[in-house]
C-alpha cells in the first residue's frame, strides 16, 4: 500500500519560463525507488484545501535524488504554488510512486522503442529514454515531441545531451506549433496527417516493439489510432494521460434516483474492515467517509492513485482513462470512479 512520505526539495531549476524541475530526496535520508514512468502524488495545503496532483518522475532510476517537471497550469492552484513559491529546504509529502506506464527492461533486450510527447508529456518519457538506453546498450529510442514553440519546450538541453551520448541509439523529431514555419514537416500540430507523413518518410512503425504516449487525451487518441492504421499492435502501446478538460472532479450532485444500501470490505495495509455505503457513493467516498486512508489523488479517474482490486461482488466503473483492459479484466477498478452493484462488495488496495 502506498504511504505519505516526506521528501525535502534540495533544488529548483526553470526548465523554461513556465516550467521548473524539482529535485526531491527523502527527508530520513533513504533512497526512494521506482520504476521509469512511474509518478509521485504529492499532497499540499492551499488557501486553506488539500490539493492533490500528481507528477511524473523524470529523472532515471538509480539516481540519488528524484526529480519532477512542474510546467504552470493558468488558473492551477498546484503547479501555480509550485513554480512561485516552493522553496530548496521545504518538506513536501508525496505518496511512494505509482503507475504503470513501462515496459520490463533487460540488458540482453535488443529493443526499438518510440515515444509521443506532447508538452509536459515529455517528464515520464525523459525518465523512460534515460534508464532504458542506459539499462539495455543495444536497444533504441525514436522520440517525437511536439511543443508550441521553442521556447516552450521542456527539457531542451536535456534531450541535446542524451543525443549527444547516445548518438547512434536516440532520434528526436521537435514537432513545433510555431516558429518553424520554413520547415514544413516539423511545423504544425500533430495531427493524423502530420503523424501519416512521419510514418511515411522518418519512422518505420513496423520496426517498433513498444510505444509510449504522454499528452492531452484527444491526441493521444489520434496518436494510437495512427500507429495502428501503420501496423503497430494495440498491446504494444502504453498511454499516460495527465488529465482531461476540467478533470477535477464537481460536488456530487443530488438524485431522486433510489439508492440501495450495500455492505462493504475494505482490505487497507493488511487490514479488513467492514462498512456500509450506498449504490450511489464511489467504493473510495465511502472508505474516505469511515475514515480510511484510502489513497487517491485526481478522484476523476485519471491518475490511478486510487486502484484496489474487486475481490467479491460488483461494481460499475463510470470512468476509465487510466486502466489498461488487462487490468480491469484481472478485476482492478479505479475506486473513485466504482459503484456498487451488488448487496456487497469487497475490495482490496494491497494488491
Ligand atoms: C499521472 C499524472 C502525471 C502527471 N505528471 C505531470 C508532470 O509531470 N508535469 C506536469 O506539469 N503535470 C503533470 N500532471 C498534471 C498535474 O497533476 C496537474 O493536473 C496540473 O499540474 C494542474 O494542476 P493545478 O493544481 O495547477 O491545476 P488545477 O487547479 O487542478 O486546475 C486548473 C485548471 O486547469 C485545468 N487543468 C487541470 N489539469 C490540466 C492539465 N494537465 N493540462 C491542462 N489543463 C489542466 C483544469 O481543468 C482547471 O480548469 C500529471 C497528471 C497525472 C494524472
Ligand atoms: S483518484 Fe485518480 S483515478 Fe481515482
Redesign the pocket.
Known amino acids: 500500500m502506498a504511504k505519505f512520505i516526506d521528501l525535502t526539495v534540495t533544488a529548483i531549476e526553470p526548465t523554461t519560463a513556465d516550467?521548473v524541475v524539482v529535485s526531491l530526496m527523502p527527508t530520513d535520508g533513504s533512497v526512494l525507488s521506482f520504476v521509469q514512468g512511474q509518478?509521485l502524488t504529492f499532497k499540499h495545503m492551499i488557501d486553506g484545501a488539500e490539493?492533490r496532483?500528481?507528477?511524473?518522475i523524470?529523472s532515471p532510476v538509480g539516481g540519488q535524488a528524484v526529480q519532477?517537471?512542474?510546467?504552470r497550469?493558468?488558473?492551477?492552484?498546484?503547479?501555480?504554488w509550485a513554480n512561485a513559491e516552493l522553496k530548496i529546504g521545504d518538506t513536501l509529502q508525496a505518496l511512494s510512486p505509482m503507475?504503470h506506464f513501462h515496459t520490463p527492461l533487460s540488458p540482453e533486450q535488443s529493443r526499438a522503442y518510440v515515444g509521443f510527447a506532447i508538452g509536459?508529456g515529455i517528464?515520464?518519457l525523459l525518465s523512460i529514454i534515460r534508464t532504458t538506453l542506459e539499462t539495455e546498450t543495444r536497444s533504441t529510442f525514436s522520440l517525437v515531441y511536439a511543443n508550441r514553440s521553442i521556447q516552450t519546450i521542456m527539457f531542451k538541453e536535456e534531450l541535446e545531451d542524451l543525443k549527444n551520448k547516445y548518438m547512434n541509439r536516440l532520434n528526436v523529431v521537435h514537432i513545433l506549433k510555431t516558429g518553424q514555419e520554413d520547415i514544413e514537416f516539423f511545423s504544425g500540430r500533430l495531427d493524423r496527417p502530420k503523424l501519416q507523413d512521419l510514418f511515411t518518410k522518418w519512422l518505420h512503425v513496423p520496426n517498433f516493439d513498444t510505444a509510449f504516449i504522454c499528452g492531452?487525451q484527444e491526441a493521444m487518441t489520434t496518436i494510437a489510432n495512427t500507429l495502428q492504421e501503420f501496423g503497430m499492435d494495440q498491446n504494444n502501446i502504453k498511454y499516460?494521460?495527465?488529465?482531461t478538460?476540467?478533470?477535477?472532479p464537481k460536488p456530487a450532485v443530488q438524485t431522486q434516483a433510489k439508492t440501495t444500501d450495500v455492505a462493504l470490505k475494505v482490505v487497507i495495509d493488511g487490514v479488513s474492515r467492514d462498512l456500509s455505503g450506498g449504490s450511489d457513493m464511489s467504493v473510495l467516498d465511502a472508505a474516505l467517509a469511515a475514515g480510511i486512508e484510502a489513497p487517491y489523488?485526481?478522484k476523476a479517474g485519471?491518475?490511478?492513485t486510487c486502484r484496489c482490486k474487486v475481490t467479491d461482488g460488483h461494481v460499475e466503473m463510470r470512468v476509465n482513462h487510466a486502466l489498461e483492459d488487462y487490468e480491469v479484466a484481472a478485476g482492478y477498478v479505479l475506486s473513485c470512479q466504482a459503484y456498487p452493484k451488488t448487496a456487497s462488495v469487497s475490495v482490496e488496495y494491497d494488491e
Open positions: 516550467a509518478y490539493v496532483r500528481s507528477y511524473s523524470c519532477v517537471g512542474i510546467k497550469v493558468d488558473g492551477g492552484a498546484f503547479s501555480n503507475g509536459s517528464t515520464p492531452p499516460e494521460l495527465f488529465g478538460p476540467n478533470a477535477r489523488a485526481c485519471v491518475c490511478s
